[in-house]
C-alpha cells in the first residue's frame, strides 16, 4: 500500500457526506436522550450552539419513543448570516457545555468521532449493495455489509488503536481475511475451562486441525519444551504486535508465552470486531479474543479470571432453555460459548484491581458456529441487518418483507413470536434478561420469512436479577441486584428503544408498514404470550408491559460521561443515566 493509497478513501466529497450523515444522527439522538431540544423554526427546528452564535435546522419527523427522523440533505450550519459547512468535531465543540463533555473527555471523544468518520468515508468506496441485495445474500456478505453500527451511539466505530494498517486488516466492513496467531501459554499462567464432555487435547485437535497441533508441538519440542506444560491461546494479530510483544515481554523472555505463528484457518472479524467467523470451516466454533482498543465506552478486552466460568454459565442457559416448553416453542437456541482460555499476568495482578484492563489481554473463548444447525432452505442474518438502510433509503426489513410475499404485519408478527416471545418469557418466568441488541442476536430465515432467533454473547451479557435466585456455584456471577422499578428496562429500553425505535419508524418512512400498525402488532404479541401463561398472571401486573410510560435510559450520556468505561458489567443498573420518561407506545392497547 502506497502512502497516498492510505488515505485514499478520504475524499472531500466523501468527507462532506459522512460529516452531514453523523451530525444527523447527533441532532437526532442527543434531541432523543434530552441533551439538547431542537426548537420549532417555520417548517422546519433550529438547535443553537451553547454560546447561541452558531445555529443548526433541519427539517425531521417525530415519531413514536420521541424518535427524531431528521432528513440528512436538509440540514445546514449559520453563523453570522452566513452558511458554513457542517462538520462533526465542530459540532461536539460548540455543543460542548450542552453535551456534558468534560475537558478530560472531549478530545478523546473528538478521536473516536474522526476513527467513526474515517470508517464512514471507506464504507462509501464500496460499491453500492442494496438492500434488496442483501436480503438475499450469505451470513458474512451481509455481517460484513452492515454500515451503521449501533444505531443509538454516535461515536460507535472509534477503534482507538488501530492505525489505516489495521483498520483496512481488521475492520468488519473490510471483509479481510484474517489468520489468528496462537501462542503456547504456560500451565502455571493459563486456565482452560470447557462446557460439559469437552476434553483439552482433543478440543484444540478438532479446531486447528491435526497437522496444526502436531507443527505447533514440533516448535516447542525443538525449543527443548514439553507440550503437556502448555495450553495454546488464539491471540489477535493486532493485540500480539501492539500489546503483548512488549507489555508481556517479561512472559515471553523466561517461556511462559511462546509464539507459535499463523494457523491455517481464514476467518473474518464480525460487527463486535473482536469476534472472529471461521470461513475455511464455517461449522467450526467463532473464535472471540482479547483486543485493548477502546471502541463505544470500553477498552475490549477479555478477562482471565472472568473466563472461567463462561463454558458453565453457557451449559446452565442452554439447559434452561432445553427444559422450557415455551422457550423451546418459540425455537430460540443460544450458540454456546463452549470452552474458553485465560493467561494471567501475576505481576499485573498484583499491581491492579480486578477492572484494570492490564487483566483483560490475553484471553479468548471459543463459541459455536450457527451454521450446523441450519435446516434445508434456512439462511443467516445478524439482527442488525433489519435496521440497516440502503443508499437509497431502503431498509433489509422492508427488503425481507417483499419477498417473504406475507403483509407486513404477518412478518412482523413471525418476526416477534421469535425474537420478543423468548425475552418476555425468561424475564418473568426466570428474572432472566438479556443483552437483545442486533449485533447480539442472528435470526434464522427462510424465504424472508423468521424461522427462529440464536442468541450470543451470553456469559458476559445475561443476568438474573432476582436475588433470592438458586444458582450452581459457578453460575453465581450472573446474579445482580436491579432495582425493582428498573428490572423491565431489559426490555423498554435494550428491545423497544435501542431497536424497534429504528426499525418502526424505518418502516413508517418506506411507506411498509404505519407505526400505530407496528406498535399494535408488538401488543399483540405481548398479549398473545401473556394469555398463554395465566400461572404469571401476578408478574405481568407486578412488572407492565402496558404501563403509560417508563424511564428513559440514555445510552450517548454514558460515553459522553465517560467513554472508556461506561458501565461497570457487574453493576449494570448503577452506572444508569435515566433523564425522565419515554411514551409507551403500547399502553392502552
Not at 420549532?40 to 445555529?55: E, F, K, N, Q, W
Not at 415519531?63 to 445546514?76: E, P, V, Y
Not at 419477498?403 to 420478543?420: D, E, K
Not at 450472573?478 to 423497544?496: A, C, G, K, M, N
Request: overall charge negative; some cysteine; charged content about 25%.
Amino acid at each position: 500500500m502506497s502512502l497516498a493509497d492510505a488515505v485514499a478513501h478520504l475524499s472531500p466529497e466523501r468527507w462532506e457526506r459522512a460529516n452531514r450523515l453523523l451530525v444527523r444522527k447527533a441532532l437526532a439522538e442527543f434531541a432523543h436522550e434530552q441533551l439538547i431540544t431542537p426548537e420549532p423554526d417555520g417548517d422546519g427546528y433550529v438547535v443553537p450552539s451553547d454560546d447561541g452564535l452558531t445555529r443548526y435546522r433541519f427539517t425531521a419527523v417525530r415519531r413514536a419513543l420521541d424518535h427524531w427522523q431528521i432528513d440528512a440533505d436538509s440540514l445546514t450550519r449559520h453563523r453570522d448570516g452566513a452558511e458554513l459547512p457542517l462538520g462533526a468535531l465542530d459540532f461536539c465543540i460548540e455543543l460542548q457545555r450542552s453535551l456534558g463533555l468534560s475537558d478530560q473527555i472531549l478530545p478523546v471523544y473528538l478521536e473516536e468521532i474522526s476513527a467513526t468518520l474515517s470508517g464512514t468515508c471507506y464504507k462509501l468506496t464500496k460499491p453500492q449493495v442494496t438492500s434488496a441485495q442483501l436480503a438475499r445474500a450469505g451470513f458474512q456478505d451481509i455481517e460484513t455489509g452492515m454500515t451503521e453500527g449501533h444505531p443509538c451511539f454516535v461515536a460507535n466505530n472509534g477503534r482507538l488503536g488501530f492505525g489505516i494498517h489495521e483498520y483496512l486488516s481488521y475492520a468488519p466492513e473490510t471483509a479481510s481475511p484474517v489468520r489468528l496467531i496462537w501462542l503456547a501459554a504456560h500451565r502455571s499462567r493459563a486456565t482452560f475451562t470447557a462446557g460439559a464432555g469437552i476434553a483439552y487435547e482433543s478440543f484444540v485437535r478438532q479446531e486447528l486441525g491435526e497437522a496444526t497441533v502436531d507443527r505447533f508441538e514440533r516448535q516447542l519440542t525443538d525449543r527443548g519444551l514439553a507440550p503437556a506444560d502448555y495450553l495454546l491461546i488464539p491471540v489477535h494479530p493486532w493485540q500480539w504486535w501492539n500489546k503483548l510483544t512488549v507489555t508481556f515481554a517479561a512472559e515471553v523472555a523466561r517461556g511462559y508465552l511462546v509464539c507459535l505463528g499463523e494457523g491455517d484457518d481464514e476467518y473474518l472479524a464480525q460487527q463486535s470486531i473482536r469476534t472472529f467467523f471461521n470461513t475455511s470451516h464455517p461449522d467450526k466454533h467463532y473464535v472471540k479474543t482479547a483486543l485493548s482498543v477502546l471502541n463505544m465506552g470500553f477498552m475490549r478486552g477479555l478477562s482471565a479470571a472472568y473466563m472461567e466460568a463462561t463454558p458453565a454459565i453457557n451449559d446452565w442457559l442452554a439447559q434452561l432453555i432445553d427444559n422450557d416448553p415455551v422457550l423451546r416453542a418459540t425455537g430460540l437456541s443460544v450458540i454456546r460459548e463452549r470452552a474458553a482460555v485465560g493467561y494471567r499476568h501475576l505481576e499485573y495482578e498484583r499491581a491492579t484491581d480486578r477492572h484494570s484492563p492490564y487483566r483483560k489481554m490475553l484471553a479468548a473463548l471459543w463459541r459455536e458456529s450457527p451454521v450446523p444447525a441450519l435446516r434445508d432452505g434456512e439462511t443467516l442474518a445478524t439482527m442488525a441487518s433489519l435496521v440497516h438502510v440502503d443508499h437509497a433509503g431502503a431498509s433489509v426489513a422492508g427488503a425481507l418483507i417483499e419477498r417473504s410475499g406475507l403483509t407486513p404485519t404477518r412478518w412482523l408478527r413471525r418476526y416477534l413470536r421469535a425474537y420478543l416471545t423468548p425475552l418476555l418469557h425468561s424475564f418473568y418466568a426466570y428474572d432472566l434478561v438479556y443483552m437483545p441488541h442486533g449485533e447480539n442476536v442472528i435470526l434464522v430465515l427462510k424465504d424472508g420469512v423468521v424461522q427462529r432467533a440464536v442468541f450470543k454473547d451470553i456469559a458476559e451479557e445475561i443476568a438474573v436479577m432476582d436475588p433470592d435466585a438458586v444458582l450452581p456455584p459457578e453460575v453465581r456471577r450472573i446474579r445482580v441486584e436491579v432495582p425493582e422499578e428498573q428490572r423491565l428496562l431489559s426490555i423498554f429500553t435494550d428491545v423497544f428503544d435501542c431497536f424497534f425505535r429504528f426499525l418502526a419508524a424505518n418502516l413508517a418512512a418506506e411507506g411498509i408498514l404505519e407505526e400505530d400498525d407496528f406498535w399494535g402488532t408488538v401488543a399483540e404479541v405481548i398479549r398473545e404470550y401473556q394469555d398463554s401463561a395465566p400461572e404469571l398472571a401476578d408478574r405481568f401486573r407486578q412488572y407492565d408491559m402496558f404501563a403509560p410510560e417508563f424511564a428513559l435510559s440514555c445510552l450517548n450520556r454514558l460515553q459522553l460521561r465517560d467513554n472508556r468505561q461506561m458501565v461497570d458489567l457487574a453493576d449494570p443498573s448503577g452506572a444508569l443515566q435515566l433523564v425522565g420518561s419515554l411514551q409507551n407506545p403500547i399502553a392502552g392497547r
